[in-house]
Structures are given as structure tokens and as C-alpha cells.
């Protein structure tokens, strides 16, 4: 007889194995140039709505921790963008319109724009000047969005990993820009 708890797991195990999946597909080189772009990029902007954005605000914080100069668009101590900065915008349908915004604004201030989104044919995708894709396809759009999310983290983590290395990040300088009031 089934549990409660087995179908918790069953369903955790679901999704891991649709991630997977997802990452199994993803264009590594497209993340690699990614990660040759943000050491070159004045400043980066990392943006996205809802659950895409806490991908956004996690991926910011490991570029500080690389050493990189990185902000949240949004935030009261974010700069004026321009020529020389990138902007990161992430959204699993590429059609959110805050986020569609952003990518246009950027672009019009000068700045470049990397997008990353399961889909290659949406507006952001358009819009950008280069487009990541990962390949996250579940007709059910709210499971998708979750496979993408989760997907987007694990492969910025790899371009971090990357970063470090090439930058010789050692684990003190990392815990010196670790942050340290709480």
C-alpha cells in the first residue's frame, strides 16, 4: 500500500529525473560563453520575476563571491546602465513583460543582454543579443517552470565553478566576500 510519504518521494524523483533530462539537452557551449562574457562585463545585471528571479538573485550573489561586480535591477543601490555592462535576464517563458522590458531598456542604454529561457522563439528571446536556451518543455507550464528553475540553477552554478577556476578563486577570498552579519 502506497504512503503518503512514498508519493512525496516518487513525485521528488520525478522532477529530478525531468531536470535530467532537461540538462542532459542543455547547449554547454552557449554557458561557457556566458562565462567568458561576465569577467569582460564592466557590471552585470542579474533580473528575473517571480521564481526565475530568486535563479536571478542567487546566480548575482555568486558573481560577487567571484569577485565580479554584479547588481539586481530594482534595487535601491543598483547604478545606471550602459555601454560596457550585460544584463542576465532569466524567464522560463520568455514572455514575462517586466522582464521583456528590462531586456529592451538595457539594450537601449547600450548595455548587452544574455537570455536565458526554454523558449527560443519568445519575445525575450528576440530581444536579446544572446539567447541560452534551456531546453525545459513540460506541457504543464507551472511543472516546466519548476524543471527550468531548478535546471537554470544547476548550470549557473557551472558557469560559477568555471569562473572560480579561471579567476583562481581560493577559499579565502571566497569567505571574505561570503557574507558575515548574520
Known amino acids: 500500500m502506497s504512503t503518503e ?11 529530478l529525473d525531468r531536470i535530467a533530462g532537461v540538462m542532459r539537452r542543455v547547449e554547454w557551449a552557449d554557458f561557457l560563453e556566458l562565462a567568458d562574457r561576465l569577467p569582460r562585463a564592466r557590471r552585470t545585471f542579474v533580473w528575473g520575476a517571480g521564481r526565475s528571479g530568486l535563479v536571478a538573485r542567487s546566480f ?4 560577487m563571491h567571484a569577485g565580479l561586480t554584479a547588481y539586481i535591477p530594482g534595487e535601491t543601490i543598483t547604478p545606471a546602465t550602459g ?11 520568455g514572455k514575462t513583460g517586466i522582464s521583456d522590458y528590462f531586456v529592451q ?18 519575445p525575450m ?17 507551472v511543472f516546466r517552470a519548476a524543471i527550468f528553475e531548478h535546471a ?23 569567505w571574505q566576500r561570503h557574507a558575515n552579519l548574520e
Not at 555601454?83 to 522560463?92: F, M, Q, R, Y
Open 60 to 63: 548575482g550573489m555568486r558573481l
Open 105 to 122: 531598456r538595457a539594450r537601449q542604454l547600450g548595455a548587452a543582454v544574455v537570455v536565458i529561457t526554454s523558449d527560443a522563439a519568445s
Open 5 to 15: 510519504k512514498d508519493a512525496v518521494q516518487l513525485a521528488g524523483q520525478q522532477l
Open 83 to 93: 555601454p560596457g555592462d550585460l544584463l542576465v535576464a532569466i524567464s522560463c517563458t
Open 152 to 174: 537554470t540553477s544547476l548550470c549557473l552554478d557551472a558557469v560559477f565553478n568555471v569562473l572560480s577556476e579561471r579567476l583562481k578563486l581560493d577559499q579565502t577570498a571566497f
Open 125 to 141: 528571446a528576440h530581444d536579446g543579443d544572446k539567447t541560452v536556451l534551456v531546453p525545459a518543455d513540460d506541457d504543464d507550464i
